[in-house]
Structure formats: C-alpha cells, structure tokens
C-alpha cells in the first residue's frame, strides 16, 4: 500500500511539473492560428509543427537574436562560479578547521555572517551596488556583473562546503601534517581531492543561482552585459507572440538542462567514505 501511493504520488507530482514545460515546448513550435483560434495540444494533428518561434530568437527572422545574451550569462556564471568556488573553498576550509573570532564572535557567528548576506533583500543592495560600479566605470560590463554575483554566490559556497569540510575526519589532515604537509599543502593535496562531492555542489548551486538572477541583470546592465534572463523578461515586456515566448523560456533554461547532465556524475556520494577508513 505504501509503495502505491509514493509511486501515485510521484506519477502526481512529476505530471504536475512536467506539465508547464511541456506546455512550453509545444506552444513553441506552433503556427499563430493554432495559438489564435482555440486551444491545441497534439502537433501533426491538431496543427503543422512550425520553427518561426525558435527564427524569432536566434535572429533568423530579424526579430531578435539571444545569442549575444547567452554569450554574456555564459562569461558571468562561468567565471563567478569559478572564483567563488575557489575563494569559497579556502574560507569554508579555514572555518571548519581553525579557530577564528574574538571573545563573543567565533567561527559560529562568522559563518552566520556569510549566511545573513543572502537573506538580505537584493533590493536593499540595488543602489549600493549601483553606485559601486558607476564609480568604478562597470556598469553594464562582464566584470561589474562578475563582482556582484561573487557577493552573492560566496555565502551560498562558504555555507555548503563548510558542512561538508567538518564531516571529513580531521585525522585525514593529521596523516598529512605527519607525511610532512604543511596546512596549506594538506588542503591541497589530500582534502580537496576527496572534496569533488561537495565541490560539484557547491559549483552546481552556484551556477543556478549566476545564471537565473534577474533583479541585478536588470538594474545594472543594459545592452553590452543583459544577459538571458533580462533579455527574455524584455521580450515579455514588448508585444510578443506567446511562441516566440515559449520559445525564449526554453533558450533560456536549455544550457542549464545540459549542464545538469554534465555535472551529475560529480553529485554522487561517498567520495570520502574510504578515506576514514
């Protein structure tokens, strides 16, 4: 019985999700009169397949081209991924093995710190940020937009990997410092190979969240930097048709779809089971 309702439950929820994307991606590859006169759901049948969605969007038919707007999230989220990760990694590695702080204030409220920056409200931030980067001349750039998402992105990394780090024994780093590692080598050397794991998702959660910002995208760029998701909230905001909407929607989430693939063979657990032993 118990079986039955978690596989109805799951068959439940998966139509539930599926449902809008594959409301999505056949409203994509419609013709206008099969969107204009009536509801539709079976290509072939109901209607004739057609790509002049996907042509609006990629420039085909000159109507707009998302091309240099996934370059730009590209470029962003690649690179913020990679630098928060890497400062992410060394800060979280410190935090869960040395004692930091000053009477009151220890490792405990440190990385609260690092955690409390993400429940600030991004509006809140807007105008600092702004201002910040109009002083620095790196309004509507790849760097400005590179330095904002770091701010945002470390806290997330930093809070991840810092449970991740304390459930690696400490005896592993002893065994180092013994085969004549300093701290720094240790981390380098024996913790991070063994940290792929938690790495991966701290990486994974980092691109999510570089490249489905928005409320920044908006407010700090404009043409050289808008990236994939200001460009398609643009779309939204001008009259255009519900199939070239799809389509940009599915643009927009497909690099996403195929990184996910990538990065799942990274997400598997137990990549420092055997080194406890």
Known sequence: MAKTFRTLFIFVWSLFVLTPLSWAVVTSFKPPAAVNNGVTFIPWVQFKPTLSGWKDILGISGYANLFPNLWNSVVITTFSTIISVIFGCFAAYGLSRFNYGWKFYKNPDIIFFFVSQRIMPPVVLSIPFFLF??????????????IINIAGLMPIVVWLLVDFFNQIPREIDELARLEGCNPFMAFLKVILPISRPGLSVAATFAVIFAWNDLFFALNLTFTNAKTLPAAVVALNGTVTPFWTLSASALFTIIPLVGFAFVAERFLSRGGFAGASR
């Open 133 to 146: 980067l109009k002083t620095l001349h790196l309004l509507d750039t790849h760097l400005g937009m590179i």
